[in-house]
């Protein structure tokens, strides 16, 4: 008997609802369209009634990923703006890990990452820093909440076998005796404290911020 979810009618919200769950579940590449028409209960042709193909599809869960994303706000503070606007855009892409590399890829540029870009480069111009200020600003401040994502992203995908000792791992791979610092900074990631429940996201914003703070003060 054929489940109550298979026998809803199809829309294109419906459609790229279930590939966002797929690609969250699963990664964008394996994504297809066979693998869509069955998770909906429907032969893959049925969706081409309502997305165009494959590329439709990946703007569209694209779209999804940004709705859950603010731009910087004109009407509040500028530095408050950017923050606001910077903790949701690293948010949505760590629920959505497959979207930051496919966000900055030439074939899927979007109108509303467009407009993300342009606020935040709005929201620096009327708070009066100079054009070459504003230049460079712009791309530390979206370098960072594009590449530290894909960076922690990278390093929370590696997957090791749940009876490891990680301890042990580290002692093999990062011995004491060659690479002290490193091999403490490792020992820190696997022991409690005020370090753990800080987020290195939010701390490298706040200095580059506070960077931006003193420019604007000058």
Partial sequence: MASTRSRLPLSRDRILQA???????????????????????????????????????????????????????????????????????????????????????????????????????????????????????????????IGFTLWEISHSSMQLPDDTDLRALLDRIVPADAFPDLHEHGRRHMTAGPHRETSAFEFGLDLILDGLRQLHAA
């Fill in 19 to 145: 590939a966002l769950a797929l690609a969250d579940e699963h990664g964008v590449e394996a994504l297809s369209m066979r693998k869509l028409g069955q998770a909906l209960g429907f032969e893959a042709m049925s969706l081409y009634n309502h997305v165009q193909n494959k590329d439709d599809v990946l703007n569209g869960i694209l779209d999804l990923v940004i709705a859950e994303t603010e731009p910087a706000d004109p009407a509040a503070p500028w530095d408050a703006a950017i923050r606001r606007s910077a903790i949701s855009i690293h948010d949505a892409l760590r629920r959505h890990p497959w979207a930051a590399k496919l966000l900055t890829s030439a074939g899927h540029v979007r109108a509303e990452r467009l407009r993300q870009m342009d606020a935040l480069l709005a929201c620096l111009r009327e708070a009066g820093f100079s054009e070459e200020t504003t230049y460079h600003a712009y791309h530390v401040l979206d370098g960072h909440v």
